[in-house]
């Protein structure tokens, strides 16, 4: 089927082991820090190995996209975690047991699955240049996709700014949105309002 | 590098990712854990795509897993800083009663 | 081969300057013997070659010089001028130092690896005394390399998050002498700070007096603070301003202004600096003044409001006793 | 891809000869940089020159030193991962007929490099465990937050009057009209981005010296100088990348192309590093907005010049 | 592939290298542990921290903005072939996304909370 040479299946296997390696100690290690990047690791592993089946343009934008959001995550995983981030062991487990035994359950099955399953021949070959066509697909022949996708992001800023925010427009403009906001709020001033531009 | 290793190895991404999403308690730790379970399913469409029907279509399938994988974390942690604010602490056991 | 590369390493050494008490005189000096020789201010204790505190050190304040000591790396020299004439000989000692091989060598055998740990200890020993002393200090759990954990505070944005405690001065680069500012710090944000002046041992008698100390005072403020800013070409400028040379002192002036313009600098740090340095001796600031000029203000911004505010803060003028005209 | 070993090996001594070239035109344009920071500080230019060299002998013989319960694995990731990515940022540069990495998507692989800087400043920050650090490591995620967005748009103009993801079809569309000519806004948000990643200029608050050089507070010995010979390569590279996407690559009179890639590279990391020593440095929560809501909206407003342009067929 | 080899070896010989002659010129192996700088006082307590992060909505915004340009590379591409109708498409896209960023400006998202 595909004349994957010696390089192509050594690099795969190199992939996937620090994918899965690097996977699995994102919950092992104690620092927040190092959780994240482990994954953000994992995650460019696996850029690496979609780049090795021919996709260049999702391998690539895989580990732009992840390493941009990992580094964000780092940010709210040392934020948001309960003790101190870095030098606590990090015990935060319940039902280990449990969990453990789900997830084996689950690799026996899609493992079996993906072994055992006759898969066909591939039909069609790639297009030359992958990314034109994906360009020309979503243009296209999927340019709901594209159409769907934007309200959508839309939302997504809307609700992450309401939710996240203390300070809505109301507290920094005051109630009919004239005055000049004061940002940072001044020490002992309460959360509405302010009067002069900032310090 | 055939259809089955690839899969093998999404399989077992997704269910490191599984015991993550189930076993932590922070809300930040479950997101690592589903990120993880998408990373599977991304590796595992792409062999798809390679192995049986190197069409576009698949490719854009792929592209808006990924814009999903960015919504949910952007809606996670929107979601977290909400919890951290409300109840000082954002355990997901404790998130459950989110009305007191 | 190894002395050619060790007369290039320390061709111009980076020395890190720190003011004492009533020393502005002589660190002022120093920064100018350093223009004058090329050689740059280190920026942190961690990549200076040289130690030099300018003026008098209080007792209080011996352990601190010995902490900043410890936290020099490889080869390090060490002085103290007190007075304004001896800073060249002073500089060209400390070069000396930093070349002699077998000295820093011995300096090096006779320095344990770990700096860290016994300043802990003896920290946390002081500590016993004065809290309660049922807190263990020493198990892992609490107090992992022997520093408690930052405790969580409220905050105005309403996230619960670490509070922590972050002191500038007594003994730090481009800040008054004396003057020790503990800052509860929220992220980068200074929520409250608590003042405290150490006296020198002796006041000093100011070389010049009355209206032009006052506008040095002025000038070395505004070095200071574009220093700060990273503006080192202008702050060399401000340095060199004599009152012979106006010329210099409104090019300073006028790049004062476009930096507050642009926001470069904090609005109220450019009012003072330019009231200071044009024409009406503006009001002495006091310590709760200071706490409130400071409050809710970003880490960065604080030193520069402190490096404006210098000449007026009631800790330098008691210290050097400047402006008692 | 799937070209044989015997093939991969049969292109050794060509790979080793370009990354020994790379890793040169690295070296040199950090030097550069490093040349024209100095004359921007007001010192003369033999003394600039000298200034590097002397540097770093004073840093190689200044012994290292860590800090109490530093994270210290991911701090020396952070302090010497810099110089690696300018390197491959640089092997991406065409110079001659192909780059040393070539590829259909060098300007998408241009952009994950530098965000790749993202991590490694902010773990520079964090290993140390020290407030300054923390400082210094924070503030660069607000400022990246803030040039990444233009910098993507920046780069996606020269693509779309290419039609091309590949520097050197870039490149070699420009032989009429350099883009940095028609684009000169993305050109500009593109500079602006080369001054983030490079933590210079305008947007150098994270190594801010009111905070005790922020990020670099705790560095000292080896580790402080390959952060800063990595910041200065960084602002090398990103020169050398904006060759082929907005100076027209190789093109020009008389000399041979690969000679005009790395002149080219040179001037533009000078003249880039002598206003990153004058321009002042602009402090973080001031910068925020205008990056968002100035710069952004203006490099998309360019993006959308360059595709009526490009489909209006001129 | 083996020029991405060949940079990784050398990138790792020059660091090994640098690290030895920096062993050599200082005279000592191992890094000396010290406190982290604090004007000369013993550190109150550990830096690393829940930070408190000021600018947590740009990141927010940050991370839905980045979607569209998951799209924008292929659709550079070739937009030239298609013509107006895909100029107009991404355009609308990213004219409602730059009217969120309005939004959130107004809400204060790129200042510090």
Redesign the interface.
């Known amino acids: 089927m595909t004349d994957s040479s010696l390089v192509v299946d050594l690099a795969f296997w190199g992939c996937a082991v620090v994918a899965v390696v690097f996977g699995a100690l994102v919950f092992v290690v104690d620092s927040m820090a190092r959780a994240t990047y482990a994954l953000a690791v994992s995650f460019v592993a696996t850029g690496g190995a979609l780049l090795l089946m021919q996709q260049s343009y999702l391998g690539v934008i895989v580990v732009l996209m992840m390493v941009m959001e990992m580094a964000v995550m780092a940010v709210y995983m040392v934020m948001f975690m309960g003790m101190n981030p870095a030098l606590m062991p990090m015990s935060m487990v319940h039902s280990h047991r449990t969990a453990l035994g789900a997830s084996l359950v689950t690799f026996v099955v899609l493992g079996s699955g993906a072994v055992l399953v006759p898969w066909p021949e591939r039909r069609g070959a790639p297009s030359p240049d992958v990314t034109e066509a994906l360009g020309r697909a979503i243009m296209e022949s999927h340019m709901l996709v594209m159409m769907a996708v934007g309200p959508v992001m839309v939302a997504t800023i809307v609700v992450g700014v309401a939710l996240s925010t203390a300070r809505t427009r109301y507290d920094r403009l005051g109630d009919d949105l004239d005055q000049t906001p004061t940002d940072p709020p001044l020490r002992g001033e309460t959360q509405r309002g302010g009067r002069r531009r900032d310090r | 590098m055939t259809v089955e290793t690839v899969l093998l190895v999404a399989s077992a991404l997704l269910s490191i990712g599984l015991y993550g999403a189930l076993s932590q308690q922070v809300v930040v730790m479950v997101m690592m854990g589903l990120e993880l379970m998408i990373a599977g399913v991304l590796l595992a469409l792409g062999g798809l795509w390679w192995f049986l029907s190197p069409d576009p279509s698949g490719q854009v399938l792929l592209l808006v897993v990924l814009a999903a994988m960015t919504v949910e974390m952007a809606t996670g942690f929107a979601i977290a800083t909400l919890l951290h604010r409300r109840t000082g602490t954002d355990m997901t056991d404790m998130a459950a009663e989110l009305h007191e | 081969m190894r002395g050619r590369v060790v007369t290039l390493a320390t061709a111009r050494p980076r020395v890190y300057v720190v003011e004492a008490p009533g020393g502005r005189y002589v660190r002022a000096e120093t920064h100018r013997e350093l223009d004058r020789r090329g050689w740059q201010p280190a920026p942190s204790p961690a990549s200076a070659d040289a130690l030099l505190i300018a003026g008098t050190l209080p007792d209080p304040l011996r352990a601190a010089a010995d902490v900043l000591w410890s936290q020099l790396p490889g080869p390090r020299a060490r002085a103290e001028p007190t007075a304004v004439s001896s800073v060249p000989s002073t500089l060209d000692g400390l070069r000396a130092c930093l070349r002699d091989r077998a000295g820093q060598l011995a300096d090096r055998r006779g320095r344990e690896l770990d700096e860290a740990t016994r300043w802990v200890r003896s920290d946390s020993a002081r500590h016993d005394e004065t809290d309660h002393d049922d807190m263990d200090h020493d198990d892992m759990e609490m107090a992992p390399g022997g520093l408690v954990l930052a405790q969580g505070a409220p905050d105005r944005d309403g996230l619960e998050m670490d509070a922590l405690r972050h002191p500038l001065g007594p003994l730090l680069d481009r800040w008054p002498g004396g003057l020790e500012l503990v800052t509860t710090l929220h992220g980068d944000v200074v929520v409250e700070a608590e003042v405290t002046w150490w006296e020198p041992p002796h006041p000093t008698a100011p070389p010049q007096t009355g209206r032009a100390d006052d506008l040095a005072g002025g000038w070395d403020a505004a070095a200071t603070v574009l220093s700060l800013l990273g503006d080192e070409r202008q702050a060399r400028l401000a340095r060199s301003v004599a009152p012979s040379s106006p010329e210099v002192g409104d090019r300073v002036l006028r790049r004062l202004d476009r930096l507050t313009r642009r926001g470069a600098l904090p609005r109220t740090a450019g009012e003072v600096l330019h009231t200071a340095l044009a024409d009406s001796v503006p009001a002495l600031i006091s310590d709760d003044e200071l706490v409130e000029l400071v409050s809710g203000r970003d880490l960065g911004d604080v030193r520069l409001l402190v490096a404006a505010h210098a000449p007026l803060l009631q800790g330098v003028v008691d210290a050097s006793g400047s402006l008692d005209d | 891809?799937?070209?044989?070993?015997a093939d991969?090996?049969a292109?050794?001594p060509a790979?080793?000869l370009?990354?020994?070239l790379?890793?040169g035109l690295v070296l040199v344009l950090a030097w550069t940089a490093s040349v024209s920071r100095g004359v921007?500080?007001?010192?003369a230019v033999p003394?600039s020159m000298a200034h590097a060299?002397?540097e770093a002998?004073?840093?190689?013989?200044?012994?290292?030193?860590?800090?109490?319960?530093a994270?210290r694995?991911?701090w020396r990731v952070g302090g010497?991962g810099l110089?690696?990515v300018a390197?491959?940022l640089i092997?991406l540069v065409p110079v001659g007929e192909t780059a040393?990495?070539p590829?259909?998507?060098g300007?998408?692989?241009a952009?994950?490099l530098d965000?790749?800087v993202?991590?490694l400043v902010?773990?520079l920050g964090?290993g140390?465990?020290?407030?300054?650090?923390?400082?210094g490591g924070?503030?660069f995620?607000?400022l990246?937050?803030?040039y990444?967005?233009p910098l993507?748009?920046a780069l996606?103009a020269p693509?779309?009057a290419a039609?091309?993801?590949d520097l050197a079809v870039v490149a070699d569309a420009q032989s009429s009209l350099w883009y940095a000519v028609w684009m000169p806004v993305a050109f500009v948000a593109y500079l602006v981005g080369v001054l983030g990643f490079a933590v210079s200029g305008p947007l150098?608050?994270p190594v801010?010296?009111?905070?005790?050089?922020g990020a670099?507070?705790?560095?000292?010995?080896?580790d402080?100088?390959?952060v800063r010979a990595g910041r200065h390569a960084l602002m090398g590279a990103g020169a050398a990348i904006a060759v082929p996407l907005f100076l027209g690559g190789g093109s020009g009179p008389w000399l041979p192309d690969a000679v005009w890639v790395v002149l080219k590279a040179l001037l533009l990391t000078g003249a880039l590093a002598w206003a990153a020593g004058r321009l002042?440095?602009?402090?973080?929560?001031?910068l925020?907005?205008p990056l968002?809501?100035i710069l952004?909206?203006l490099v998309?407003l360019q993006?959308?010049v360059v595709?009526?342009l490009?489909?209006s067929g001129s | 592939m083996i020029a991405l080899a060949v940079l990784a070896l050398l990138l790792a010989a020059g660091a090994f290298s640098l690290r030895a002659v920096g062993t050599a010129l200082a005279e000592t192996r191992s890094p000396v542990l010290v406190l982290p700088v604090a004007s000369g006082r013993v550190p109150e307590q550990h830096a690393l921290s829940r930070y408190h992060v000021r600018w947590y909505a740009a990141s927010v915004v940050f991370l839905a903005f980045d979607v569209e340009m998951l799209f924008m590379y292929p659709w550079a591409v070739v937009v030239a072939d298609l013509g107006t109708g895909a100029v107009v498409e991404m355009f609308v896209f990213l004219a409602i996304l730059l009217a969120a960023v309005a939004w959130a400006r107004r809400e204060g998202a790129f200042r510090w909370a």
């Open positions: 891809m799937t070209d044989p070993l991969q090996l292109r050794l790979a080793a370009g990354a020994v790379a890793l921007a500080a007001g010192r003394a060299p002397a002998a004073r840093l190689l013989r200044q012994g290292r030193r860590t800090t109490l319960s994270d694995l991911l010497w110089f690696p390197v491959l092997a040393l990495l590829g259909s998507l300007v998408v692989w952009n994950a965000v790749v993202w991590a902010w773990l964090w140390a465990n020290s407030v300054a650090g923390l400082v924070y503030r995620l607000a990246a937050l803030g990444e967005l993507m748009f996606v693509a779309i039609s091309s993801l150098a608050a801010g010296s009111e905070v005790s050089d670099l507070a705790e560095l000292s010995g080896p402080l100088l390959v002042p440095t602009l402090r973080t929560h001031q925020m907005e968002w809501t952004l909206p998309v993006d959308l595709a009526v490009v489909v």
